[in-house]
Structure formats: structure tokens, C-alpha cells
């Protein structure tokens, strides 16, 4: 079975571009969950969605972030302007149910120059 | 407030050695939800082990076990006759009742050398 796919794999921009990730989650599951890992913050939670709804916003750092699921098997996560300190490693999970495992995708590494 | 502990930022031992990896957390639920995750260089998120607050019991899986205690809040993990694919960041994560997030400790650096 496939698991979580997630594109690209690496991004590299300018400072003020917009930045699209992409997130295919396991057929089936109902929850998705984007996260960001940086060295100074570790892994940390942005958003998370349930049957496509988005349900805790509260990680999202700032508005120049939106994500968006507009059906169960694909979701976005934009950048608009984007800027060097947004440069991370950016993950999607998928969870079949609630307080069920979480499985990640690759990630996209991004780096905004 | 959740956290999670991982003190041993990293740890360098020999291959066929045995490591403990500890994790400490930090919750006033009674209902929570552990986990290991693994993260080898390719950069992926692995999962390793689901754990709930009412099953303390230890876990073995091959060269792998877990050892919850309540009583000290710690879910550790250990390594038996380790190998140097085991080298990777070792991520120790909570999640309580009523918030799906996954809480995650700064992760371990364990370095298996041949």
C-alpha cells in the first residue's frame, strides 16, 4: 500500500515567491496533519484536518500561511510571501482515527533564499 | 502543559552494544498515547511503537523493547546487539484525549560505529 506522498521532495526559492506543498494521505484515513521541523524548533504541529475540515490552525505561525484540503486524498500548504526563516523541513502524516498512529510522508524540504 | 524529555542529545556507542534511549514526559491527562518514531539520514519519519496510558506493558519486537512506567512518566526505549543501520535521530512523542497533535521531544542522535 502506499503511504503518505508528499511533492516535491525539495524546494528551493526566493525570498517573496509563493510556495505550494502537496499531500496525498493514506487511503482511507480521516485526519491529516502538517508539520514543520526546524533546528531551533524541533517538530511541530501547523494544522490538522478531520474528514477534510480544518480543525486546530492554532500552529499556523502567521497569515502568510494557508492550507487547505479540498478532498480526502489531497491537501495544500501555501506559503505566500514566502521568507528565509520559513525554510524547514515540512511534513504531512495521515491517521486512519482519532488518537490513532500518525504515518508521515517524506517531507519537502524547503529552503527560501 | 505537555512536554516531552529526551536528555541524551546524542549517544555514540560500538555495534553489538546495547543503548537506552529515555524519554520523560509531562501530562495531567490520565488517557495519552506514546510513541516512538525513527529518523535515519534519509530524512523520513518512521514509526516505531504506539503506546496507551492504561497498558503499561513492556513491549519486545526483535532487537527492540519499550519499558513504560507510570509511576516516573518514562517510555524508553532500548536497542539489543545494536547495528549501524540503527543509527538515526530517535524521536520520543506524546498525545492526550481531546487533542490529536503529536507532542515531540528534541530527539536522540544515536551513532552506531562499526
Known amino acids: 500500500d502506499a503511504g503518505v506522498i508528499q511533492s516535491p521532495r525539495h524546494e528551493v526559492t526566493e525570498m517573496g515567491q509563493e510556495v505550494t506543498l502537496r499531500c496525498k494521505p493514506i487511503?482511507?484515513?480521516?485526519?491529516l496533519f502538517w508539520y514543520r521541523q526546524t533546528m531551533m524548533r524541533g517538530l511541530e504541529l501547523l494544522i490538522y484536518?478531520?474528514?477534510?475540515?480544518?480543525?486546530?490552525d492554532s500552529g499556523m505561525p502567521e497569515d502568510r500561511f494557508s492550507a487547505k484540503m479540498p478532498n480526502a486524498s489531497f491537501s495544500t500548504l501555501k506559503i505566500q510571501p514566502s521568507e528565509p526563516r520559513d525554510s524547514a523541513v515540512y511534513f504531512c502524516?495521515?491517521?486512519?482515527?482519532?488518537?490513532?498512529?500518525?504515518?508521515f510522508g517524506p517531507g519537502t524540504r524547503l529552503l527560501v533564499l | 502543559a505537555q512536554k516531552v524529555t529526551q536528555a541524551q542529545t546524542e549517544i555514540s556507542v560500538v555495534e553489538k552494544e546495547d543503548v537506552t534511549l529515555d524519554c520523560v514526559y509531562e501530562?495531567?491527562?490520565?488517557?495519552?498515547?506514546l510513541f516512538w518514531y525513527k529518523q535515519p539520514p534519509s530524512g523520513e519519519l518512521v514509526f516505531l511503537i504506539r503506546?496507551?496510558?492504561?497498558?503499561?506493558q513492556n513491549e519486545i519486537s526483535g532487537r527492540y523493547s519499550w519499558n513504560f512506567q507510570k509511576s516516573t512518566s518514562s517510555f524508553n526505549f532500548t536497542i539489543t546487539a545494536s547495528q549501524v543501520v540503527d543509527s538515526a535521530v530517535y524521536f520520543c512523542?506524546?498525545?492526550?484525549?481531546?487533542?490529536?497533535?503529536?507532542?515531540f521531544g528534541q530527539g536522540t542522535r544515536l551513532t552506531i560505529n562499526p
Open positions: 503506546r496507551n496510558s492504561f497498558d503499561e
Open positions: 501530562t495531567r491527562d490520565t488517557t495519552y498515547y
Open positions: 484536518f478531520n474528514n477534510n475540515v480544518p480543525i486546530d
Open positions: 512523542a506524546l498525545s492526550m484525549r481531546g487533542a490529536q497533535k503529536l507532542v
Open positions: 502524516a495521515s491517521s486512519l482515527a482519532a488518537y490513532e498512529t500518525q504515518y
Open positions: 487511503s482511507g484515513h480521516d485526519y
